[in-house]
């Protein structure tokens, strides 16, 4: 399997190539835009599965539950990972805004999307002008979309406090119960109401932060045993388990940036 990234300064690109693999159900804090290059992907997205091919392109939006694999042979795709911070404002759009529809069978947009990851991975322009091109590539694919609100901005104040109180200490496991009470619900109607807002219930969110937030600290440098240490892992095998699972190779691979 081979792997390439590189980190701009409003998004980051990636490609990967290899046989067998398949993504367990996890999240990205980003959007994240895609295109197999080649394979047919299965793609099951908050409860939808599709196929997915070269002449598609993939639009997941932030903690947007999703799975894929492909069933034997190569698979080789491209994504471009952009914070919603950034997103909206690059283009000119309200915040908490993100594509309306999630799969685009534009072969042309495809082509247009794979061509600017070619050359931002290539090195061949500076920075100010990949920016330019996504800039435009990414318009073109909310013209396309379409746009809509997000459903993370419309949180109830028990689940937003919930949120921030997992986010703000990744690395313990509180228990499900203790949580509800500290909101004064039960622990089913807890998980019903984080679902409904996040799409996975508390702990296992609680998961899927600790992922995103190893994936930043492997982009600056860190040492995968200590972001495991860190993070509440139980040792580094976990996080390389895991990490490979939702993103297609493993920490030190990703810290490292290519093969």
């Known amino acids: 399997m081979s792997f390439r990234r590189r980190l701009f300064p409003d998004f980051e690109v990636a490609h990967i190539d290899g046989t067998g693999l398949a993504f ?25 599965e599709m196929d997915v091919g070269p002449a598609h392109v993939t639009l997941y939006n932030p903690g947007e539950v999703q799975a894929g ?38 072969a042309v947009l495809a082509t247009t999307v794979r061509a600017l990851a070619d050359d931002a991975l290539a090195g061949v322009l500076d920075e100010g002008e990949i920016g330019e091109r996504m800039v435009s590539v990414l318009a073109g694919l909310f013209r396309v979309a379409g746009a809509r609100p997000s459903r993370i901005g419309r949180a109830s104040p028990p689940v937003a406090r919930v949120a921030e109180r997992l986010r703000d200490s990744l690395e313990q496991t509180p228990s499900l119960q203790a949580l ?36 930043r600290r492997l982009t600056r440098g860190e040492r995968p045993a200590l972001v495991a240490a860190d993070l509440g892992f139980a040792d580094q095998a976990h996080l390389t388990r895991r990490f490979k699972a939702a993103f297609g190779v493993t920490p030190a691979r990703w810290a490292k940036g290519g093969d």
């Open 69 to 106: 694999t492909v069933q034997g042979g190569p698979w080789r795709f491209v994504s471009f990972y952009v914070p919603p911070a950034v997103l909206p404002a690059l283009i000119g759009l309200p915040a908490h805004v993100v594509f309306a529809r999630p799969i685009l069978g534009d």
């Open 180 to 215: 509800a009470a500290d909101e004064g619900l039960s622990a089913v109607q807890l998980v019903r109401a984080f679902r409904r807002a996040h799409g996975l219930p508390p702990l296992a969110w609680l998961f899927q932060q600790r992922l995103h937030e190893a994936r």
């Open 24 to 48: 367990e159900k996890h999240t990205h804090d980003e959007f994240v835009i895609g295109v197999n290059i080649q394979g047919e992907e299965h793609v099951w997205l908050d409860g939808h």
